[in-house]
């Protein structure tokens, strides 16, 4: 398994749907940068009917996500998911009604003993949605997840969390 995530700097006159853009560009650049270095410079991206992305004729998986400011790419021999998100302190009066609408029973368990605390919440969530991105379900899965019944590795980078399931 190979991950990488790079800080993206926007100019100041970038709206938010440029952001948005230039994240995307960012890690399909990055995405790009890590395929050539295993020897991968020409490839097809197809999508299988649930929308999930993958190379055609290509034995090599790929996940990618990209937030406020972050973009993080993972490449592995068997399908993987990644998801980043940046910490947000303006979301920690929100963090409980959302948990009990998307979140399992032990979720909102392990929640609780650490006080709502925006790391644990961002760390379920990012972790529901790289198994999302592995599986290639859709949004209405996220319920069904558990999080705290998987093997989920999460990395902390200061204001940001990327969770990736192999």
């Given at each position: 398994m190979k991950v990488e995530y790079l800080n993206i700097d926007y100019p100041n006159s970038a709206s938010l749907k440029d952001?948005?853009?230039?994240?995307?560009?960012?890690?399909?650049?990055?995405?790009?940068?890590?395929?050539?270095?295993?020897?991968?410079?020409e490839y097809e991206i197809l999508?299988?009917?649930?929308?999930?992305?993958?190379?055609?004729?290509?034995?090599i998986h790929f996940s990618i996500s990209?937030?406020?400011?972050?973009?993080?790419v993972c490449l592995n021999d068997m399908p993987i998911g990644i998801d980043c998100e940046k910490i947000?302190?303006?979301?920690?009066?929100?963090?409980?009604?959302?948990?009990?609408?998307y979140f399992t029973s032990c979720e909102i368990e392990l929640l609780e003993k650490n006080n709502y605390g925006l790391v644990t919440f961002f760390k379920i969530w990012t972790g529901k949605e790289?198994?999302?991105?592995?599986?290639g379900y859709n949004s209405s899965h996220i319920t069904k997840i558990d999080t705290t019944k998987?093997?989920?590795?999460?990395?902390?980078?200061?204001?940001?969390?990327?969770?990736?399931?192999?």
């Amino acid at each position: 398994m190979k991950v990488e995530y790079l800080n993206i700097d926007y100019p100041n006159s970038a709206s938010l749907k440029d952001k948005r853009i230039i994240e995307h560009n960012t890690a399909y650049s990055l995405l790009d940068k890590m395929l050539s270095e295993c020897g991968i410079n020409e490839y097809e991206i197809l999508k299988n009917e649930n929308g999930k992305p993958y190379l055609k004729d290509n034995s090599i998986h790929f996940s990618i996500s990209h937030t406020d400011g972050l973009c993080a790419v993972c490449l592995n021999d068997m399908p993987i998911g990644i998801d980043c998100e940046k910490i947000d302190p303006s979301f920690k009066n929100r963090a409980q009604p959302f948990a009990k609408r998307y979140f399992t029973s032990c979720e909102i368990e392990l929640l609780e003993k650490n006080n709502y605390g925006l790391v644990t919440f961002f760390k379920i969530w990012t972790g529901k949605e790289a198994v999302i991105k592995k599986y290639g379900y859709n949004s209405s899965h996220i319920t069904k997840i558990d999080t705290t019944k998987e093997d989920i590795e999460t990395i902390i980078l200061g204001e940001y969390i990327i969770s990736i399931f192999k």
